[in-house]
């Protein structure tokens, strides 16, 4: 269990594959409720652990973090090379990781 340093009002649990978990509670949350609430908040998230959605939440998060990342870099490698494909640099990154011969130019991608 941690502490998160924020007035907000908030409780989560994360789990990853391995099986460990952790619930953490804001600074604000423990402020502002009482030990019953508190104690009600933590049987909550420790549901979602046991009963295995945490995980799959944390995995979806993960996933969205990802994708969002992704996004951002194609954006930023349109921006600044408006003349090639930020897609085809993904496929080209994808099939070199697969072994295979990937050239890259400007205009895209041939194997």
């Not at 604000?28 to 933590?42: C, D, K, Y």
């Not at 494909?85 to 130019?105: D, F, N, R």
């Amino acid at each position: 269990m941690c502490v998160i340093p924020t007035l907000s009002m908030n409780a989560l649990s994360a789990a990853d594959l391995k099986g460990n978990a952790v619930i953490a509670i804001t600074e604000g949350l423990l402020s502002r409720l009482t030990r019953p609430q508190i104690e009600a908040v933590i049987a909550h998230e420790a549901h979602h652990i046991l009963s295995g959605d945490c995980l799959e939440t944390t995995v979806a998060q993960a996933c969205w973090h990802l994708s969002a990342l992704v996004e951002s870099r194609l954006k930023h490698h349109a921006d600044n090379n408006s003349s090639s494909c930020p897609l085809s640099c993904l496929v080209a990154a994808h099939l070199k990781q697969c072994g295979e011969y990937v050239h890259i130019t400007r205009t895209g991608v041939s194997c």
